[in-house]
């Protein structure tokens, strides 16, 4: 029964991220009728890209955030422990913190160049880098405060995605002033925005699997089975679907 919701509620998201961004064209031909004026259609319009970034939002808190794995007997053949678990525990960790706090830094760099002309925003040095890191890190490690970085993560993407929005409806220009800009080398803002997400998202999840409830504490993780990994295919199930609708979006 639950499998069978899931599907029903899975296809329901495909269809409606189908059929979006075809409505939403049909809402700014209709807007561009009254360009000069604040319509109807104008507010529906820009209300429109709230949407699919609200969605994103929701299904990661449901679905990507409060991971439960299955604590099953730990043997010498499937354990991960000393060293390895420190390389593992050390790298990501600082991989996580990086990204986060870059992705951050992209959210005031856009409110920056966007509303705030002629106030340049000095990116952070090494020193300044590296403690934002350390922070990020500290509160990666408790599990109240990782929930929390979790959702203004999310916030920060909904954020992200409404100031890309206001680009691409008033035909603003991106450049190598603004910090996206130098992203994975694409065009399209809405995917680099998107991608960096999905970044944080598997290594969020393989945090999460790292530092399940005793694992750290114990110093000692098991290797993840087939059944750990479910929520990673579901995810990228999920996020392939988001890229097509902003590829029709385009």
């Known amino acids: 029964m639950i499998i069978k919701n899931r599907t029903t509620e899975l296809l329901v998201t495909i269809s409606f991220l189908l059929i979006l961004p075809l409505v939403?064209?049909?809402?700014?031909?209709?807007?561009l009728f009254n360009i000069n004026n604040i319509s109807f259609y104008s507010i529906l319009y820009y209300l429109s890209g709230t949407i699919c970034p609200s969605l994103v939002c929701l299904n990661s808190i449901k679905c990507y955030t409060y991971y439960d794995f299955k604590k099953n007997n730990i043997y010498s053949k499937n354990i991960i422990t000393g060293k390895r678990l420190f390389f593992l525990v050390a790298i990501n960790l600082i991989f996580l913190s990086y990204f986060i706090a870059d992705y951050i830094y992209i959210n005031f760099d856009l409110i920056f160049n966007l509303f705030f002309e002629g106030i340049y925003l000095p990116k952070p040095d090494i020193i300044q880098l590296s403690f934002f890191i350390l922070l990020i890190s500290s509160l990666l490690i408790f599990k109240k405060s990782r929930f929390l970085l979790k959702k203004l993560i999310l916030v920060n993407f909904v954020l992200i995605s409404i100031y890309l929005w206001h680009l691409q409806i008033n035909n603003i220009n991106v450049d190598d002033q603004f910090h996206i800009y130098r992203y994975?080398?694409?065009?399209?803002?809405?995917?680099?925005?998107?991608?960096?997400?999905v970044v944080i998202e598997i290594s969020f999840f393989t945090w999460s699997f790292l530092s399940y409830k005793t694992n750290l504490s114990d110093w000692i993780v098991r290797k993840p089975q087939k059944g750990d990994v479910k929520p990673i295919l579901n995810m990228f199930i999920f996020y392939i679907f988001i890229i097509i609708y902003y590829s029709i979006l385009i």
């Open 24 to 31: 939403q064209k049909q809402w700014f031909n209709l807007y």
């Open 184 to 197: 994975f080398g694409l065009n399209d803002l809405n995917l680099i925005n998107l991608f960096i997400l």
